[in-house]
């Protein structure tokens, strides 16, 4: 199939196909699919293709982190700054997206220890322009109270980072709900995940789970199915909003 007769088939332009084959510009996810249909490639190698298209954005922010950054989470924050919506829970620490500066930096002292800390700190911060940005992510927390009591650095940065979820949970794109001790045993004790939903129909929501040394990517229906059922369930196990920020205030005076 010559370049004319696919740019045609794919609704572009010869140069901008052009360009896409030599790596000089990104190709968004639905147009990956369009192409691979017509090059009738189809299953599991087409579907990590699209994978690849979500995850390595040719001009993305955090390559510039790569020497702090391990490849596996790049691909995350790829996927991150791409969606359209986030839902996730925590059961011991406070998510990237919510983190003050001072409290990352003691969780990557207490993680990793002091090499390149102020980069990996500048990193994390950086990832939360999707909660500012023009058409922000919508983001649903769920936290378990855990996170609010244990404290990470000294009890001046607790406090600081207690109050700062507070203000950006007040954001209209952003829901925050405290799972209580209360509560009991729940579906989610031994799996934090996040949930990324994407705003072009054709991108299936994807379910993400990392550790120390590696994420995993789940893309296929009954996870994501799964995964989104276990996360209504803890909203609805977890205080409401506003009862949760009720709580974030008196863990902050704890640590006054």
């Known amino acids: 199939m010559t370049l004319d007769v696919a740019a045609r088939q794919l609704d572009m332009s010869k140069s901008n196909l052009s360009r896409i084959e030599n790596a000089q510009i990104g190709i968004k996810p639905r147009d990956v699919r369009a192409a691979l249909a017509l090059y009738q490639v189809t299953g599991a190698d087409a579907e990590a293709l699209i994978e690849i298209a979500r995850g390595a954005q040719q001009r993305g922010w955090w390559q510039n982190y790569s020497d702090v950054l391990p490849e596996w989470f790049e691909f995350y924050v790829g ?3 791409e969606a359209a919506s986030l839902r996730t829970y925590e059961a011991e620490a406070v998510p990237g997206l919510l983190q003050t500066e001072a409290y990352a930096r003691a969780i990557y002292r207490l993680t990793a220890g002091e090499e390149r800390i102020e980069r990996k700190v500048a990193a994390r911060l950086r990832r ?3 909660l500012h940005r023009e058409n922000p992510v919508e983001l649903s927390v769920v936290l378990n109270e855990a996170v609010l009591l244990r404290p990470v650095g000294e009890p ?6 207690l109050t700062h979820i507070h203000h950006v949970a007040q954001l209209p794109n952003v829901t925050v709900q405290v799972l209580p001790f209360a509560a009991g045993g729940h579906p989610a004790m031994t799996t934090p995940y996040v949930i990324l939903g994407f705003s072009d129909d054709a991108d299936a929501s994807v379910v993400y789970l990392d550790n120390l040394t590696m994420g995993l990517a ?3 229906a009954d996870h994501v199915r799964g995964y989104s059922l276990l996360h209504e369930k803890l909203c609805r196990m977890a205080l409401s909003p506003a009862d949760s920020l009720t709580r974030l205030e008196e863990a902050s005076r704890n640590f006054a």
């Open 79 to 81: 996927l991150e700054a």
């Open 128 to 130: 939360q322009d999707v």
């Open 156 to 161: 001046a940065a607790m406090a600081e980072q």
């Open 218 to 220: 789940l893309e296929e």
